[in-house]
């Protein structure tokens, strides 16, 4: 059942991220966590989201805008790195408080609260009328870069910020899909090693993130799979397609998954 959870998941988001720059990876981490630990849930994500970028890097490479991709993605090169340091730093601490529903015992941590809030917070942005056609100006676009790589480092949930910064700054359909693929891209490989080099504890249990990624590692084969799959599909919706509905559905999901996360119970 959970090959099928994934697989229908990773489908959707990567559909969706072709067109519209987010949405694989705030899909994803909710539906890992199911299965996986909170840490490890981030580091999965980050494995099949870099997958993903790497094949639609070969599809829309030929698209990037040079410039826009410097002065927003070096920023979040940097940014990816100290967000993964923060996400390997709070693992270490102990459960802020823990409690009991019938004879299941649940634990709330900084970590679940910080990437709960995270993904409360991109809920509120996708959500809120007064953000919904948000454009910032090219000026800005480093600061975008820091806060995208920022919380993409911390959480995966890098999109939505990069999508806003990106849209002022006069791409055209193609030079978005192509440069923000690239930034995403730079974005995940700057925080897989951090994961993969700090996350040795955990705050109640070890954890050995390279571990339990090889013991989960039929569930993130199958999300590479479908992650290219949703990528051709996604390549096929671009001109047909609008997002705006897409973006509530996301930031319901969003909402409920991240209040879950707070309260410990994923």
Do not use: C
Not at 31 to 57: C, M, P, Q, R, W
Not at 142 to 166: D, E, K, T, Y
Not at 176 to 181: A, D, E, Q
Not at 215 to 220: E, P, Q
């Amino acid at each position: 059942m959970e090959y099928i959870i994934v697989a229908i998941a990773v489908l959707i988001g990567a559909s969706l991220t072709f067109f519209s720059g987010f949405g694989l990876g705030t899909i994803m981490l909710p539906v890992f966590a199911l299965f996986f630990d909170i840490e490890v849930a981030v580091g999965a994500t980050a494995i099949v989201h870099l997958s993903n970028n790497l094949f639609k890097f070969l599809l829309v490479r030929k698209f990037i805008h040079l410039q826009t991709f410097l002065r927003f993605g070096i920023p979040a090169m940097i940014a990816a790195v100290f967000g993964g340091l923060l996400l390997a730093e709070v693992t270490g601490y102990a459960p802020i408080h823990s409690y009991s529903i019938g004879e299941k015992t649940f634990e709330m941590t900084y970590l679940n609260i910080i990437v709960g809030s995270l993904m409360i917070f991109f809920a509120w942005f996708d959500l809120s009328p007064k953000y919904s056609n948000l454009q910032v100006d090219e000026k800005h676009l480093p600061l975008g870069g820091l806060l995208s790589g920022f919380f993409g480092g911390v959480s995966g949930h890098q999109g939505a910020f990069r999508a806003a910064f990106l849209s002022k700054s006069g791409l055209d359909k193609k030079q978005f899909v192509g440069t923000s693929n690239a930034i995403s891209l730079v974005i995940d490989i700057s925080r897989i090693p951090v994961y993969l080099g700090l996350f040795s504890i955990g705050s109640s249990k070890e954890i050995n993130l390279a571990a339990s990624l090889s013991d989960g590692k039929m569930l993130l084969i199958v999300g590479i799979v479908f992650a290219f799959v949703g990528t051709f599909v996604g390549k096929r919706l671009i001109e047909k397609t609008t997002i705006v509905g897409v973006q509530r559905l996301v930031g319901v999901l969003l909402f409920v998954m991240g209040g879950l996360m707070i309260a410990g119970i994923l």
